[in-house]
Nanobody, 120 residues
């Protein structure tokens, strides 16, 4: 069974930095991409960034230059480095993994999220 677990959230002052981690476990056939989303209560989930198995990255236009997505080579861990954080970045951040399971099905797995709170 595949699991995805986020960590690294917390309380930070505006202008500060945080690094979120996402660890994927479980046996799979292949990984298509992994992505970060975020959600504020009462609002729709918002795309943050994604990275494909070959390292191609994509960002929400509004976050380019402040957020960096990366993966450890040969690892099941993905990161989101967030710089110059703003109060409007406050949200629950979720990790998704789009992959082909060991049984051969293409599925997306998500975690429970990690809370990021930026104080002004």
């Amino acid at each position: 069974q595949v699991h995805v677990v986020e960590s690294g959230g917390g309380l930070v002052q505006a202008g500060g930095s945080l690094r979120l981690s996402c660890v994927r476990s479980g046996r799979i056939r292949s990984l298509n991409n992994m992505a970060w989303y975020r959600q504020v209560p009462g609002r729709e989930r918002e795309f943050v960034a994604s990275i494909t198995s070959d390292g191609t990255t994509k960002y929400a236009d509004s976050l380019k230059g402040r957020f960096t997505i990366s993966r450890e080579s040969g690892s099941n861990t993905m990161y989101l480095q967030m710089e110059n954080l703003k109060p409007e970045d406050t949200a629950v951040y979720y990790c998704n993994a789009d992959l082909v399971t060991f049984q051969g099905s293409r599925r997306t797995f998500g975690g429970r999220g990690t809370q990021v709170t930026v104080s002004s």
